[in-house]
């Protein structure tokens, strides 16, 4: 809100991040943000898992930083690597991506859009009237 409070939005790059695909929907999740104002999302912990990562937030692994990684993602351990086919990793990331591309394209047409904007303050709001007015935004009670 700062930057189009300011006339800078679209001049700042925003980027979202921080439990994006937890709902097992990146593509509603990173929409959302998009209508949020962001330009683009990060995806970490999801490329992880998709390589194999054997943690998940019920129960981490935690090895990352230990060089022994069991699934040979972040290890440099001759044995430990082996367990890594980098080609299927690279099948299943690209894949999940085209299908979540899919999905943003279904969500972004309802509203005009056959493309990712830069920004979408158009669909920003505020509940609190003054800082509606403020930023010249849409205020919801």
């Not at 330009?39 to 390589?51: E, P």
């Not at 158009?122 to 403020?134: E, F, G, N, P, Q």
């Amino acid at each position: 809100l700062a930057a189009v409070a300011q006339g800078r939005q679209g001049q700042i790059p925003l980027w979202a991040a921080g439990g994006l695909g937890k709902t097992g929907n990146l593509a509603a999740d990173a929409f959302k943000m998009f209508c949020l104002g962001a330009n683009g999302v990060f995806t970490g912990k999801l490329i992880l898992q998709l390589a194999g990562c054997l943690g998940n937030d019920h129960s981490r692994c935690n090895a990352c930083n230990t060089g022994l990684c069991p699934a040979g993602i972040t290890t440099q351990e001759p044995l430990l690597v082996r367990r890594l086919d980098p080609d299927r990793v690279a099948e299943n990331i690209v894949n999940y991506f085209l299908g979540v591309d899919k999905e943003l394209r279904k969500l972004m047409a309802p509203i005009g859009n056959s493309s990712l904007p830069v920004g979408r303050s158009d669909c920003l709001i505020s509940t609190d009237k003054a800082v509606a007015d403020r930023l010249q935004v849409q205020y919801v009670c």
